[in-house]
Nanobody, 122 residues
Framework: QVQLVESGGGLVQAGGSLRLSCAAS????????KAWFRQAPGKEREFVAG????????DYADSVKGRFTISRDNAKNTVYLQMNSLKPEDTAVYYCAADSRAWITVGEYGYWGQGTQVTVSS
């Protein structure tokens, strides 16, 4: 099994920045493709950003392009999400996800973290 633990969420004013981290433990060799999703109250979970095993492929939701950056450090089994120019509509619980496949363009991720709250005040 793979365990994912997110950190770095919090309350920030609009225009501010936060950096989320997600550390993997357990069978970390199974946590190859990684991604961030988010879910706002009353809304469905949505994809935010994804990164392949070697970092060679990256994808972003249109709503965060140019503001968010996903990166990873495989030596630390950690994936990051740098969020800049935050907007109130970015308020959500952010979830880290991982999968044993090297890269996912469609389909579900196999492993999920518990989530971390990000609140952006106007």
């Amino acid at each position: 099994q793979v365990q994912l633990v997110e950190s770095g969420g919090g309350l920030v004013q609009a225009g501010g920045s936060l950096r989320l981290s997600c550390a993997a433990s357990g069978r970390t060799a199974m946590a190859k493709a990684k991604a961030w999703f988010r879910q706002a109250p009353g809304k469905e979970r949505e994809f935010v950003a994804g990164i392949s095993w070697n970092g060679g492929s990256i994808d972003y939701a249109d709503s965060v392009k140019g503001r968010f950056t996903i990166s990873r450090d495989n030596a630390k089994n950690t994936v990051y999400l740098q969020m800049n120019s935050l907007k109130p509509e970015d308020t959500a619980v952010y979830y880290c996800a991982a999968d044993s496949r090297a890269w996912i363009t469609v389909g579900e991720y196999g492993y999920w973290g518990q989530g971390t709250q990000v609140t952006v005040s106007s």
